[in-house]
């Protein structure tokens, strides 16, 4: 299959309408100027007609009567004169004209006429005849009141000349327009699609991974929407782009030295003869693979809160349902940081509309958090309630806190305050963040009411 450019295509489209429209109208246009020219022959055959009905006049058949037959045939070519320029129409031989009495006897006649048999009683006003070789176009008047019957005739030949003439002048117009429209089409489609052009070349030269949006200058109105929906494309394709390589790098940095460790232990292991240190050496392994296993699950997490692909469409969900499962999920880590988890909610459920994976993670993170911050003894209250324009989420703790002037940098991938207890990844809390922002959420980091420590406040619109 021959696969065509779009230039060539609208070329032969546009030049494929014109001609479907200019046939028509051109074999119109001939078909009504034959009419018109038609009509007008015939009209001049009946003014010739009504003129020697006037030159006749009152002197009437009798008049005109007399001679022999010779001199009543009148000639039908005239003198050239030198000096006089003939048009191509103005032949005397095409046109002739009859006179005859009323029992149609011959009075005058042309001599390229005289040969035709008077009119009958029933011939029409205009009529067809074959007469000499020639078709004739005849025209008949009866003039009762001078006792005369006028016969003019016109040869086909004038309109056949007249129709060749026609049928040149449009066949010309259109053997000639057609090629010509042809080049101004070809050139002025190709001029049309030069912002296509454009638009290949800023791609072409467009960096990888720029972030900067492709901007034409006086684009048409109908390529704005494909440039935006390429912009925003492009603009996705770069925050994946970004996404990956972000995540490559997380998972190398925070990977290395778990899997050195476990490595380490199973060397130890391998290594001694001490059975007592081999079990101590594949305890610390089984303990670097559980914590491994928990890093890659945080980063998976990550991976996928950024991406925006959540688990499932939004419905509604039950946040103080999740927030239960959250809490048996993490009772082991409770118990072994030695601290109290208190969980405070105004009703049996707390609906919202989100995705249940990004709020599990982001309760599971914020719990986790506060209780790496907390000593031992101390305590967390994780709070859910509601109003008419949100469902508030509230968990504080009476740990150290964080300086005011700190807050904001808590977020970031990787951050870690030293006050922390036990191997923080530093990816928590930008969990926390992301799974808010999928939900509309805003996250404050408030003081705690237990006079020390953290209260991070997130407050989901009920509408979102």
């Known amino acids: 299959m021959i696969r065509s450019s779009l230039r060539g295509r609208l070329r032969w489209l546009i030049i494929l309408v014109m001609v479907a429209v200019l046939l028509p109208l051109a074999v119109l246009s001939f078909q009504r100027t034959m009419q018109e020219v038609n009509e007008l022959s015939d009209g001049r055959l009946a003014q010739s007609a009504r003129t020697l009905q006037v030159l006749i006049g009152e002197e009437g058949a009798e008049a005109l009567d007399g001679g022999d037959q010779d001199d009543k045939l009148m000639p039908i070519e005239v003198p050239e004169a030198p000096a006089v320029q003939r048009h191509r129409y103005s032949f005397e031989s095409e046109v002739g004209f009859q006179v005859f009495d009323t029992s149609g006897r011959s009075i005058m006649a042309t001599a390229n006429l ?39 005739g016109e040869r086909y030949d004038s309109r056949h000349d007249i129709l060749r003439a026609l049928w040149f002048d449009h066949a010309l117009s259109l053997l000639i327009g057609l090629p010509l429209l042809g080049l101004l089409v070809g050139w002025a489609v190709k001029r049309g699609l030069r912002p296509l052009e454009s638009l290949t070349d800023a791609l ?104 925006g692909a959540a688990l499932e469409q939004r419905r509604s969900i039950d946040l103080v349902g999740v927030a239960i499962d959250v809490i048996e999920e993490l009772t082991p880590v409770i118990a072994e940081c030695g601290a109290e988890l208190g969980f405070i909610h105004d009703s049996q459920a707390a609906w919202v509309l989100g995705h249940e994976a990004a709020l599990g993670a982001l309760l599971r993170n914020l719990i986790e958090n506060a209780m790496r911050h907390v000593p031992v003894g101390g305590q967390v209250q994780l709070s859910l309630s509601q109003d008419a324009r949100f469902t508030t989420i509230e968990v504080a703790d009476d740990g150290p806190g964080i300086p005011l002037e700190r807050r904001a940098a808590v977020f970031a991938r990787f951050h870690r305050e030293a006050t922390g207890r036990g191997e923080g990844y530093g990816l928590g809390l930008s969990i926390v963040q992301r799974a808010a922002e999928l939900h509309g959420a805003s996250i404050d980091l408030l003081d705690s009411p237990f006079g020390r420590g953290l209260r991070v406040k997130v407050s989901i619109p009920r509408s979102s």
Do not use: C, K
Request: proline share 6%; glycine share 6%; charged share 25%.
């Open 114 to 152: 005289a040969a035709l048999p008077p009119p009958g009683a029933g011939d029409a006003n205009f009529r067809d005849i074959d007469a000499g070789g020639y078709r004739w176009r005849l025209f008949t008047l009866r003039d009762e009141t001078h006792g005369v019957v006028i016969r003019t």
């Open 204 to 307: 072409g030269s467009r960096a990888l991974g720029s972030r900067e949006p492709i901007v034409l200058e006086q684009a048409p109105l109908e390529l704005q929407p494909v440039l935006d929906a390429l912009n925003g494309q492009l603009q996705r394709l770069a925050d994946a782009l970004e996404r990956e390589h972000r995540f490559s790098a997380d998972v190398a940095h925070e990977l290395r030295t778990p899997l050195a460790s476990i490595m380490l232990n199973i060397e130890s292991a391998t290594a001694t003869g001490d059975p007592d240190e081999a079990a101590t050496s594949l305890a610390g392994a089984r303990h670097n693979v559980a914590a491994l296993a928990r890093r890659v699950e945080q980063l998976l997490v990550l991976a996928r809160l950024e991406s």
